[in-house]
């Protein structure tokens, strides 16, 4: 399985430990794509690429993809972004959030049929949750042989 983990990067770096524990359970189950979304290096400011350089590789990524899982719980245009063009191109779609008070998931993800969302308290409890959504989807279309 080919995984496209997404999670805010300018809108705020305060999840990396986080998303770093995440991508560890997510490669159990397959390649991940972007693990640099979890590395401690990486700043607020992105990338030593253009932003034209950065959006050309996501998108390859995406598209290559059986599975978009973003951590939704900090608001982020360009997850959001990743997520409206996975749900475009049928690419299924699964949303992490950690509830706290005073925040909510964005109407546009969570009201959406083909985004999945799940709330989560703890990396911990994600790990047998995570093997149970990254199952093949029994809504996807047995591809022909």
């Not at 993809?65 to 939704?72: F, G, P, S």
Request: with cysteine.
């Amino acid at each position: 399985m080919t995984i496209y983990f997404a999670g805010s990067i300018r809108g705020g770096r305060n999840d990396r430990a986080l998303y770093q524990q995440i991508i560890a359970l997510l490669r159990r189950h397959g390649t991940v794509l972007t693990e640099h979304i979890g590395n401690q290096k990486l700043t607020a400011s992105g990338e030593s690429m253009t932003d034209a350089e950065i959006h050309d590789r996501d998108l390859e990524w995406l598209r290559r993809a059986d599975v978009l899982v973003a951590e939704v719980t900090t608001p982020s245009l360009g997850v959001g972004y990743e997520i409206g063009r996975a749900v475009e191109w049928g690419t299924r779609v699964i949303g992490l959030y950690r509830p706290s008070p005073g925040r909510q998931v964005s109407g546009m993800i969570a009201g959406c049929d083909r985004v999945r969302v799940y709330e989560y308290a703890s990396v911990a409890e994600l790990e047998p949750r995570l093997a149970e959504l990254l199952l093949p989807d029994p809504r996807s279309p047995i591809p022909d042989p």
